[in-house]
């Protein structure tokens, strides 16, 4: 089962920040936050991961909490072709092995508006 | 760098008979994933292979699926027989093996659509 909650869809207007939030409060101290899309008929698309700081790339930015137990992906001038459900989870710091998986839950679909 | 290349990219099929999806991962990957997205779901793993061992295979019908990563590459999915509700679009993803820069990546999904 997927460890975070997200909210089931939100709406953005082109050209503004998108915010979209997740709770994981029960992620452990070598867990990181992955988030990533998923655009209507292609495979998930990865976005940015972090631990603990907030990460930014030429993508979005993350945030997360002081305690880890939420955080929020920043798509800062969001655009239509960022339409997309959006999904976010929790993985082990280290690869190989079966809890390494990317367990994925139902996400949030995120419209952007003209 | 060529991404995770899956075909066929779409199949129909009737009920009761079999199929199989073949994808060849990123070169370099150890780590390659096989995911089942049901319409209106998130990708559910099905079966992760590093090199050319099972990891985890917990989620999978092992009465009537069955994978393979021969050699530690390409790896094919079979269903055998198929089921309406096997009706899903089947990802494969793979990624390195380690502590940094181990995202997986996607391949565009085999649409399955049994009848």
């Known amino acids: 089962d997927a460890k975070t909650t997200q909210p089931p869809s939100m709406d953005c207007a082109e050209g503004r920040a998108a915010n979209l939030p997740c709770n994981h409060s029960?992620?452990?101290?070598?867990?990181?936050v992955y988030w990533y899309r998923q655009i209507h008929s292609q495979g998930p698309q990865y976005i940015i991961h972090g631990l603990k700081n907030n990460e930014t790339n030429e993508m979005a930015s993350l945030i997360i909490t002081e305690d880890r137990k939420s955080s929020t992906l920043i798509l800062p001038h969001a655009t239509l072709r960022d339409t997309a459900v959006y999904y976010c989870i929790v993985r082990p710091r280290n690869s190989g092995g079966s809890n390494y998986k990317l367990t994925f839950g139902k996400g949030t679909l995120l419209t952007v508006n003209p | 760098e060529a991404g995770v290349a899956q075909s066929p990219r779409y199949k129909i099929i009737e009920k009761r008979q079999s199929v199989a999806f073949w994808c060849n991962p990123i070169s370099g990957h150890a780590t390659l994933y096989w995911y089942q997205q049901i319409l209106g779901q998130g990708p559910k793993l099905l079966i992760q292979?590093?090199?050319?061992?099972?990891?985890?295979d917990s989620q999978l019908p092992k009465d009537r699926f069955s994978a393979e990563r021969l050699k530690g590459v390409d790896s094919t999915l079979k269903i055998q027989p198929a089921k309406l509700e096997d009706s899903a679009v089947y990802l494969c993803a793979s990624s390195l093996v380690g502590t940094q820069g181990t995202e997986a990546f996607f391949g565009q999904g085999t649409r399955l659509t049994v009848v």
């Open positions: 292979f590093q090199n050319n061992g099972v990891v985890d």
């Open positions: 029960t992620i452990s101290g070598n867990e990181y």
